[in-house]
């Protein structure tokens, strides 16, 4: 995967979450995790300066998207794609198992996470991922990622969003687009919605935000509900959801603030 790429169509939104969803912004932290898993391996090895980004093969016959070409997840540099394709999932599989068995010191590693399969491989300071999984039609779908994960320091920072007493960073991702920049914070409260709502409508406001939108959604049997709000400041945009925690164990808040006209910041 390198710059060659670029003329992929990209897929350019306020935040990853808001285009994949939250299922989508867990997988990437899956692919993070697995990174995270590489560093004890790697740090064991010599770092190679300057050493460009890996190229990854496409899938065959697949439709290929970048979802963000300059990211961080907690800190780490990443790069991710997704793509679909008619080739089944063990196609996939296979082909990035032959692909990634030579030339390198060990073979590539296959596991499985939820209802995927994912191919791993370390490449110098990197660590190169594919999850593939089902789609309709003996199809197939799923993301690429590389990580540069040697020399990269883990950091969960919220930044300059306030956080409630107990409150606890999950993740942080950041990634570039022509012309903004997006960070992602999701937090784990202790407090209900309702309480997280009212501390950061307070502190937004004596901060010189702007509030420009402010939905709510019930609670029901398919869903914990929870809140939308979006602030202004600025050249700035603050997007927060709320919702209850699955374990009715407090709330989890997601904010992303995009700041627009940044201009080229890669990672």
């Given at each position: 995967?390198?710059?060659?790429?670029?003329?992929?169509?990209?897929?350019r939104a306020p935040g990853l979450t808001a285009v994949l969803g939250q299922g989508a912004?867990?997988?990437?932290?899956?692919?993070?995790?697995?990174?995270a898993l590489c560093l004890v391996l790697l740090a064991a090895g010599r770092a190679r300066a300057a050493e460009p980004w890996p190229e990854i093969p496409m899938p065959?016959?697949?439709?290929?998207?970048?979802?963000?070409?300059?990211?961080?997840?907690?800190?780490?540099?990443?790069?991710?794609?997704?793509?679909?394709?008619?080739?089944?999932?063990?196609?996939?599989?296979?082909?990035?198992r032959a692909y990634w068995s030579g030339g390198y010191p060990t073979k590539p590693s296959v596991s499985a996470l939820g209802e995927a399969t994912v191919v791993g491989q370390a490449h110098g300071p990197y660590?190169?991922?594919?999850?593939?999984?089902?789609?309709?039609?003996?199809?197939?779908?799923?993301?690429i990622a590389v990580s540069r994960v040697l020399g990269s320091k883990i950091e969960r920072n919220a930044?300059?969003?306030?956080?409630?007493?107990?409150?606890?960073?999950?993740?942080?991702?950041?990634?570039?687009?022509?012309?903004?920049?997006?960070r992602e914070v999701l937090v784990f409260n202790t407090?209900?919605?309702?309480?997280?709502?009212?501390?950061y409508e307070a502190s937004l406001q004596s901060a010189g935000w702007r509030q420009?939108?402010?939905?709510?959604?019930?609670?029901?049997?398919?869903?914990p509900g929870g809140s939308f709000l979006v602030y202004a400041r600025d050249r700035s945009e603050l997007q927060l959801s709320v919702a209850a925690r699955?374990?009715?164990q407090g709330s989890q808040l997601l904010a992303n603030l995009v700041t627009k006209d940044t201009g080229p910041q890669p990672f």
């Open positions: 995967m390198n710059r060659s790429n670029r003329s992929l169509p990209a897929v912004h867990r997988a990437i932290l899956s692919f993070w995790v697995l990174a065959p016959k697949a439709k290929v998207q970048w979802v963000a070409d300059s990211m961080r997840v907690n800190g780490v540099p990443m790069r991710v794609m997704q793509f679909q394709s008619p080739a089944s999932r063990a196609e996939i599989v296979e082909y990035y660590f190169m991922t594919v999850k593939v999984q089902d789609a309709a039609h003996a199809s197939s779908q799923g993301l930044g300059d969003l306030a956080l409630m007493p107990g409150a606890r960073v999950v993740s942080v991702v950041e990634s570039n687009d022509p012309g903004k920049r997006s407090q209900p919605p309702p309480s997280v709502v009212r501390f420009v939108q402010h939905n709510d959604a019930p609670r029901t049997a398919n869903g699955p374990n009715g």
